[in-house]
């Protein structure tokens, strides 16, 4: 697995700050989906950077976008619920996992495009 962003990436973000704030996110959605539980981890893993890839070109200050980002954040989110250091507490050891579901955790977008 690579887990530096196409060149694409990076250039096509209009602001410093924004290239920087999905650049984390990129990686950190990366990085988790490496301890996520699933047979499917590696169809997660280039679902995720064909995403990115995607919508590099798009303006993150355009609600579509703006939307698109919460729904990444989101997805990182339910990642992170499966580590190991969040499921026990802290404590590695605990042998009893917590595991909070949403009922509806992944809003679909309109159609309209």
């Not at 996110?25 to 064909?50: A, D, Q």
Request: glycine share 6%; net charge positive; charged share 25%.
């Amino acid at each position: 697995f690579i887990l530096t962003p196409s060149p694409s990436i990076r250039t096509t973000m209009p602001s410093q700050s924004g290239n920087r704030a999905l650049l984390t996110l990129y990686k950190m959605l990366l990085r988790s989906c490496k301890t996520y539980p699933s047979k499917n981890r590696v169809g997660i893993y280039h679902s995720i950077r064909e995403e990115f890839r995607e919508n590099a070109h798009l303006n993150p200050d355009e609600p579509q976008t703006k939307e698109k980002i919460g729904v990444a954040y989101k997805g990182l989110q339910q990642l992170r619920q499966y580590n190991e250091t969040s499921l026990t507490g802290g404590n590695i050891q605990d042998p009893n996992w917590n595991v909070r579901l949403e009922q509806n955790p992944i809003v679909k977008p309109d159609s309209r495009d």
